[in-house]
């Protein structure tokens, strides 16, 4: 009868070891997944930055292809902001 009631404590530790062990191998997944949830976010924030940049570079560029090939319209633009307002 003693042997039996061992055997059984000895059954139910092992089980609640396994249900422990279980759990962690769980949460690590749980983590790991949103670990790379995370990732997939940085990454696409780091794409919308990194094509905002290139648009903004883009639009440099053109506007800078215009100003080269109409001048005036830097010194009309720098003679709007530097006048002095009226009044």
């Known amino acids: 009868m003693l042997e039996r ?25 749980a ?3 949103k670990q790379g949830d995370d990732e997939e976010q940085e990454e696409q924030k780091l794409k919308d930055v990194e094509r905002e940049f ?10 800078s292809k215009v100003v080269r090939f109409v ?4 010194d009309v633009n720098l003679r709007i902001v530097c006048q002095p307002k009226s009044g």
């Open 71 to 74: 001048p005036r319209i830097q």
């Open 54 to 63: 290139f648009n903004l570079i883009s639009q440099v560029f053109v506007l």
């Open 31 to 33: 983590s790991k997944e």
């Open 5 to 29: 009631e061992a055997k059984r404590e000895k059954n139910l530790e092992t089980r609640a070891k396994e249900l422990r062990l279980a759990a962690k191998k769980a949460e690590a997944q």
